[in-house]
């Protein structure tokens, strides 16, 4: 059995799409790409699809993850192209790679999120990061299943600042970007908790919902600051040498 590893959009308006639409729309592109799917057992078979991590509905992502596993081998790239074709414009395959190695969801331990604040001066949202980065704990409020949950927002973001960007919007327009990398932790603390967060510690409040598009996701490097690309330790392990190779060039005449 082949696993393939996956690597997907929600871009534009499809980043509206519930997780479970998304689902729906990846298995038909499965059955028109006929993809050798391996089913689980039992009286109602499923394609075995392992999603990871996925974005919450109303946020676009240019990293989000999933794993295949197929009951025939077939060429990574050539397959992403396949499933790339069948899927509509917005939810979009762009990477794929075999997997040669365990625990993908253990690898996506961190988000980059990119928060777009229209309406908002970049001076007023430098001084509510400001004060957001400062704070020790920032507690906010989210509906649960069992009613108002009070956690605080500001242990599980690892940097929060703004971003000058004046490139795609009129420069007479007030707009603010903000660059944030949170922990993957529970209770799991989203771009809008962070939001919840700047308007407690600085009465910042967009006057339009934010546009909020992750970045990236995966580990989560201590030294240098970044999130790492989940994907490469399989990108790794394929262009590793075998044991036979070694051997066989030992063997070689000089």
Request: aromatic share 4%; glycine share 4%.
């Amino acid at each position: 059995m082949q696993r393939i590893r996956l690597r997907y959009t929600k871009r534009g308006r499809l980043r509206f799409t519930s997780h479970r639409d998304f689902q729906r729309a990846f298995e038909r592109a499965l059955r028109r790409a006929e993809v050798p799917m391996a089913y689980s057992a039992g009286f109602t078979p499923h394609p075995k699809v392992s999603y990871a991590n996925a974005a919450p509905t109303g946020t676009g992502s240019e990293a989000e993850y999933l794993e295949i596993a197929l009951t025939a081998a077939r060429d990574p790239e050539k397959l992403r192209i396949l499933l790339d074709e069948s899927l509509p414009t917005g939810l979009d395959i762009v990477d794929a790679v075999e997997a040669r190695t365990s625990g993908l969801a253990d690898r996506l331990t961190a988000s980059v999120w990119e928060l777009r604040l229209d309406g908002v001066d970049p001076a007023d949202a430098e001084r509510a990061v400001a004060a957001f980065n400062k704070a020790d704990a920032v507690e906010v409020q989210r509906m649960a299943k069992n009613g108002v949950r009070t956690f605080d927002a500001r242990a599980a973001v690892v940097q929060l600042e703004t971003h000058s960007e004046t490139a795609d919007r009129p420069t007479d327009q007030a707009c603010a970007i903000l660059r944030l990398v949170v922990r993957h932790v529970t209770p799991a603390v989203r771009p809008d908790d962070v939001l919840s967060g700047l308007r407690a510690v600085a009465d910042l409040a967009p006057p339009v919902p934010a546009a909020v598009t992750r970045l990236a996701q995966g580990l989560f490097d201590e030294e240098t600051g970044t999130v790492t690309d989940p994907l490469a330790p399989d990108r790794e392990a394929a262009q590793a040498p075998t044991t036979a190779e070694p051997a066989a060039a030992a063997k070689a005449p000089a």
